[in-house]
Nanobody, 122 residues
Framework: QVQLVESGGGLVQAGGSLRLSCVAS????????MGWFRQVLGKERELVAS???????NYAESVKGRFTIARDNAKKTAYLQMDALKPEDTAVYLC????????????????WGQGTQVTVSS
């Protein structure tokens, strides 16, 4: 079992910044990917950013150049720096990890954080 605790959401005006954190704990063997989805009620969940163990990153086109994801493997923590925020960034942000339970695993298990609300006002 892996637990994720995320923090850093809040209310910010357009053009402002927030930094989200996601800390993994529990019975961890190997985390392959960490990242964030975001979700607005009634809409499909959208991948915002992800980062692999080696540091390879992936971003939604809508956030490229504004958001930066980073990872501290020793601390089992990911960070999402969000700059130049727009009202359309308003959502619940859900961190996730893809986790391998043991050596030789052929599939990963996805775990989710509790979510943190990001609200960007005009």
């Amino acid at each position: 079992q892996v637990q994720l605790v995320e923090s850093g959401g809040g209310l910010v005006q357009a053009g402002g910044s927030l930094r989200l954190s996601c800390v993994a704990s529990g019975n961890i063997f190997a985390i392959t990917t960490m990242g964030w989805f975001r979700q607005v009620l009634g809409k499909e969940r959208e991948l915002v950013a992800s980062i692999t163990t080696s540091g390879s990153t992936n971003y939604a086109e809508s956030v490229k150049g504004r958001f930066t994801i980073a990872r501290d493997n020793a601390k089992k923590t990911a960070y999402l720096q969000m700059d130049a925020l727009k009202p359309e960034d308003t959502a619940v942000y859900l961190c996730y990890v893809n986790h391998l339970k043991r050596a030789g695993d052929w599939e990963s298990t996805r775990y989710w954080g509790q979510g943190t609300q990001v609200t960007v006002s005009s």
